[in-house]
């Protein structure tokens, strides 16, 4: 790569970051990436060019030494970080782990469970399906990007978050970055957790605890902090997690698109909702309680979101979908339905399927999963502890996906009818984008639907 007189060595960021100025201090310009071969080539070239013209006349040397020195900079925000506390990782009738604090200085107790995510720490830890849960991260390194501002996108939902807080109870890592470096960085995890009240957890053995949850399950566990005293360990397994993080009032997204879906919100994150409204349609976000049977004649589609804990303690939802089934299994021209996740779930109780909860449960964004209706394999992001039995089929019903690894369900349909879900998040955020097609699949289905309906209706049918 030649070197231009109107270019200086730049990096095109903002000048209030460590490393926006050229290596001569002066104003950056355009970027001017250079490769290890070409650094050679430059020290070879030194008995050939002694000079080398930019702006100024450097010596070749003084502008090796320049461009060295620049890149000996601080490439990271170093965080004020206050001295770390002691903690400790009390697992229930298992190890206990020494640990420091980094975040907020309290005690916490909760379903210790672990995910394989190599990046989306700040997704995850806001994603409602991970709410009442202490997270185990098993990427050894985290938070060397910070943490992003809360700003909305074109649909009033937040942009890099898949809610408006931390849904964790805690967050357990082996090693945690005090130097953060990200262009849209606005603060450290640590910072973050702190404001948030949560604690965070570094200097772990993460390996041990995964090791353990592999062997054992997922189990309970608490998060104490220097002296304080232990946190009573609620039993989740009674718990309508569901029923805490849906929302209570009734919510409309992108007002006014053609497609109109009723979502039934179990604390359906943000992509979801994003995605959808990128497909061209008008979301209303009803609460988890809903029964919809009286609204279904205003929408095209129904949407049953993700959500945390038991699907068998949300009995109310249960019942309230399976009317919904009933209602349009009897229609000639059905409305769509498709689930995500705790939505996949509700409708496979709905339908007739049992559930049960996985030794450890599938928690990143490696999962691959057969289609079992179009063939080949894709990668999926997932967090849940509980599956579907499809061992016994209810009638019409059939398999969708199944995990390659541990063989479990992860998608059911409809032989007939537009009616179906899956167990993985094909939303990501983040993750794989691999099955993003399953929310154009729906989409399409509604508009089919849709015209349908408006073909019989001006036919003077009445009855759809």
Request: net charge neutral; charged share 20%; aromatic share 10%.
């Amino acid at each position: 790569m030649l070197w231009s007189n109107e270019c200086s060595l730049s990096d095109e960021r903002s000048t209030n970051e460590p490393f926006a100025m050229d290596a001569f201090g002066t104003k950056p310009h355009r970027v001017i990436f250079i490769s290890p071969i070409e650094i050679l080539c430059l020290q070879a070239s030194l008995c050939f060019l002694p000079t080398v013209t930019l702006k100024k006349k450097y010596p070749m040397t003084t502008l090796l030494n320049k461009f060295t020195n620049s890149l000996s900079r601080p490439l990271a925000t170093l965080s004020s970080v206050p001295p770390l506390l002691s903690g400790q990782l009390k697992i229930k009738n298992g190890p206990q782990f020494k640990a420091k604090s980094f975040g907020a200085p309290v005690s916490v107790s909760g379903e210790l469970v672990f995910t394989t995510s190599l990046v989306g720490y700040t997704e995850s830890m806001t994603d409602p399906s991970y709410h009442g849960q202490i997270l185990c991260f098993t990427q050894p390194l985290i938070g060397n990007y910070g943490v992003p501002s809360k700003i909305l996108d074109q649909f009033g939902l937040y942009k890099h978050f898949e809610s408006g807080k931390i849904q964790v109870k805690g967050i357990v890592v082996n090693d945690y970055a005090t130097k953060y470096s990200h262009w849209n960085a606005v603060q450290s995890l640590a910072e973050w957790c702190q404001s948030e009240n949560i604690p965070a957890f570094s200097h772990v053995d993460t390996r041990a605890i995964v090791s353990f949850l592999r062997d054992k399950g997922t189990t309970l566990a608490q998060m104490t902090v220097e002296d304080q005293q232990d946190v009573p360990v609620p039993d989740y397994q009674l718990t309508n997690m569901v029923a805490r993080v849906s929302p209570k009032e009734i919510q409309v997204y992108n007002a006014g698109a053609p497609i109109k879906i009723a979502l039934l919100n179990f604390g359906a994150k943000e992509n979801i909702i994003r995605c959808l409204a990128k497909q061209g349609c008008e979301v209303t976000s009803f609460p988890w309680n809903t029964d919809l049977v009286p609204y279904m004649d205003s929408f095209d589609g129904v949407f049953l979101s993700n959500g945390p804990g038991d699907p068998a303690n949300v009995t109310e939802a249960v019942q309230n979908v399976r009317r919904v089934l009933e209602s349009e299994m009897n229609k000639k021209i059905p409305t769509p339905i498709f689930g995500i996740c705790m939505g996949h779930q509700l409708l496979g109780l709905a339908a007739g399927f049992s559930s049960y909860k996985l030794p450890f449960g599938n928690r990143g964004h490696n999962q691959p999963c057969l289609d079992l209706i179009k063939g080949g394999c894709v990668m999926t992001s997932q967090n849940h502890g509980y599956c579907l039995d499809d061992s016994k089929l209810p009638e019409g019903w059939i398999p969708f996906f199944r995990n390659a690894n541990d063989k479990s369900n992860e998608g059911i349909c409809h032989a007939t009818k537009p009616f179906a879900s899956v167990q993985f998040h094909p939303e990501a955020m983040g993750g794989p984008e691999d099955t993003q097609y399953l929310f154009e699949d729906f989409v399409r289905q509604c508009h089919w639907q849709k015209q349908k309906k408006a073909v019989r209706r001006a036919s003077g049918v009445a009855k759809l």
